[in-house]
């Protein structure tokens, strides 16, 4: 351990680096488990695009209630969403997965739930439920990342920000409706 250099020559890095090419970003120093990476980055993604679906439903339940600025509030987080999907999809196809777009399982795959809710309160308080569930469980999936995989923790970690951006944001909307 004491006479470990802290990085790899560069012979070794070069040779390194032409075997097994077709892996493209994924190369033989990547530490994590690849697989239980792409499964994460898989929930993750039915995460996201459940609460598109959910978002969608509360805008246009919002507008057909004359609320303008909680719908526009809505269908914002509906489009954050939909581009944390697309970031998380194309992740897992760097690292040669294949992102889980299929509807049937969604719902399970996802840690957020679906909740129509009835009223403006009732959809605000869903939302801000399930963003506390992506913030929790973001938070875990980056832990587990670690340095193992630093690109998926960083990507994880900024769309993390956004859905404590979004929570905030709720609780907001919450205090003005009472
Ligand atoms: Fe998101
Ligand atoms: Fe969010």
């Known amino acids: 351990m004491a006479n470990k250099p802290f990085l790899t020559d560069i012979k070794t890095l070069r040779e390194r680096a032409r075997k097994h ?23 993750a993604l039915a995460t996201e695009l459940v609460c598109v679906l959910r978002y969608k439903r509360h805008y246009f339940m919002a507008a057909g ?20 999907a697309d970031q998380i999809a194309q992740r897992i196809v760097q690292l040669k997965g294949a992102p889980n777009f299929n ?15 009835d009223t ?8 801000l439920v399930a963003e506390r ?10 832990t587990y990342f670690g340095n193992d ?4 923790r960083r990507m994880l970690e900024g769309i993390l ?3 404590e951006e979004h929570a905030e944001d709720l609780v907001s909307l919450l205090e003005t409706m009472s």
């Open 161 to 163: 920000a956004m859905e």
């Open 21 to 43: 090419i077709e892996n493209g970003a994924v190369t033989e120093g990547y530490t994590a488990d690849r697989e239980t990476v792409v499964k994460l980055l898989n929930e």
């Open 120 to 127: 403006l309160t009732d959809m605000i308080k869903e939302d």
């Open 65 to 84: 209630i004359n609320a303008e600025s909680v719908a526009a509030e809505f269908l914002q987080h509906a489009n954050e969403e939909q581009g944390h």
């Open 133 to 142: 569930i992506a913030i929790d469980s973001y938070r875990e999936m980056n």
């Open 149 to 152: 995989d630093p690109t998926s």
């Open 103 to 117: 509807p049937e399982g969604l719902l399970t795959r996802s840690h957020a739930e679906y909740v129509e809710g």
